[in-house]
């Protein structure tokens, strides 16, 4: 059975990096399509960034362009999402999750597998 854990969250002033990690499990890395997500409070759950098994098609929301990185580990079978140059809008809860079906990729029903969730919050 799939499982995924997120690690990396935390308070972060506006213009500071956070590395967001989702160890899985269950599953390689590599044979999913892996997502990351966030829900603020009050808000739908919106699509932030995705990997697809090839590794080189990758996807990002347009408000995270040029600040946030998807990567993929198959060493430590993780993937994991750098953000940089923060914003207080930013603050969420991070979630990741695998999908083992194609699709678009952004929409939170494709994806079977998620982890908890890891709050990440930017104070202005």
């Known amino acids: 059975q799939a499982q995924l854990v997120e690690s990396g969250g935390g308070l972060v002033q506006a213009g500071g990096s956070l590395r967001l990690s989702c160890a899985a499990s269950g599953f390689t890395v590599s044979t999913y399509a892996l997502g990351w997500f966030r829900q603020a409070p009050g808000k739908e759950r919106e699509f932030v960034a995705a990997?697809?098994?090839?590794?080189?098609?990758?996807y990002y929301a347009d408000f995270v362009k040029g600040r946030f990185t998807i990567s993929r580990d198959k060493a430590k079978n993780t993937v994991d999402l750098q953000m940089n140059s923060l914003k207080p809008e930013d603050t969420a809860v991070y979630y990741c999750?695998?999908?083992?079906?194609?699709?678009?990729?952004?929409?939170?029903?494709?994806?079977?597998?998620w982890g908890q969730g890891t709050q990440v919050t930017v104070s202005s």
């Open positions: 990997i697809r098994t090839s590794g080189t098609m990758i």
């Open positions: 999750a695998a999908t083992s079906n194609r699709g678009t990729y952004v929409r939170p029903n494709e994806y079977a597998d």
